[in-house]
């Protein structure tokens, strides 16, 4: 059986300056791997250079994205916003054309 990947959630992430280390703890903490979401194929927390994160997360489809948007995951994420990052997340909702699933 083949596990589809049709959709993704790209969220770039700007630490406040002196909350790099907070942000990393935050991200590293289970946020950026959305490994308590069962509608979630992937989920990766990256660090594009000195206080510039993402979070990166693949979804089989636009329903387990948006029950992901609306779950415990986002929560938190907004939640610590004001605290921690210089710019409100922007939430940016993408179709994958290829992607490459463990174990296939």
Known sequence: ESTMVTK???VPLKAKPGKEAEVEEFLNGGLGRGQDDPH???G???KDSEGQYAIFDTFPDDDGRQTHLNGKVAEALMAKADELFAE???INQ???LAAKVPGQ
């Open 8 to 10: 993704a959630l790209y």
């Open 44 to 46: 990766d927390a990256i």
């Open 94 to 96: 993408l179709d994958l």
């Open 40 to 42: 979630t194929n992937t």
């Open 88 to 90: 409100p997340p922007s």
